[in-house]
Structures are given as structure tokens and as C-alpha cells.
């Protein structure tokens, strides 16, 4: 047995039964549909950010790829400075949850 749905559209205040759209200005009225097309929306904006991050590395990764051997030595240094200030880091962080733990 189908399912009525009578749903009163936002834009004109039209009863509308089992639509997605208004049936006199044509505004989306469903929230199945609303919902949908939101969750579209978030997987396009993260697989943007991802193509943005993808496409312009950061100064370390790029100074690694310059041709260059001067500009390479620099990125790997630079590109190793940062590796061991974020393994100190976590090793801190590690070493406070152990103390704190008892």
C-alpha cells in the first residue's frame, strides 16, 4: 500500500500529495530529495579539498621535486625538521598519557 503524503510547500503554502516538487511554483519540497542532494554536496566539496590538496603540495614537497639540487637539499632538510619536531611531539604527548594513566 502506497504511502500519502501531503506536505504543505514553504514558498507558496500549497498542499501538495506524494511530490517532490510543488505542483503550482515548482520548489523542492521532499526531504528525502533535500537530503540527498545535501549529501551530494558534502562528498563533492571533500573530494574537491582533496584534489585541492593533491594539486598544490606543500613547500617541502615541492622543494623535494625542484630540479635544482640546492632547492632539493633544502626541502629535504626542511621536510626532515619536520618529521622529528612532530615525532618529539607525539613522543611528549605519549610520555604525558603515561603519567597521567598512573
Known amino acids: ?26 520548489t523542492l ?18 573530494i574537491d579539498e582533496v584534489i585541492h590538496e593533491l594539486e598544490n603540495p606543500n613547500l617541502a614537497e615541492r622543494l623535494k621535486k625542484h630540479p635544482n639540487i640546492f632547492y632539493k ?9 619536520i618529521t622529528i619536531v612532530s615525532l618529539i611531539g607525539a613522543g611528549l604527548a605519549w610520555f604525558i598519557a603515561m603519567v597521567a594513566a598512573g
Not at 74 to 80: A, I, N
Open 1 to 26: 500500500m502506497a504511502e500519502n503524503r501531503m506536505i504543505k510547500c514553504p514558498n507558496c503554502g500549497t498542499f501538495n500529495k506524494n511530490r517532490d516538487y510543488c505542483k503550482v511554483c515548482n
Open 29 to 46: 519540497i521532499s526531504y528525502e530529495k533535500k537530503r540527498e542532494i545535501k549529501e551530494a554536496n558534502v562528498k563533492q566539496a571533500q
Open 73 to 81: 637539499i633544502v626541502g629535504w632538510v626542511l621536510y626532515s625538521a
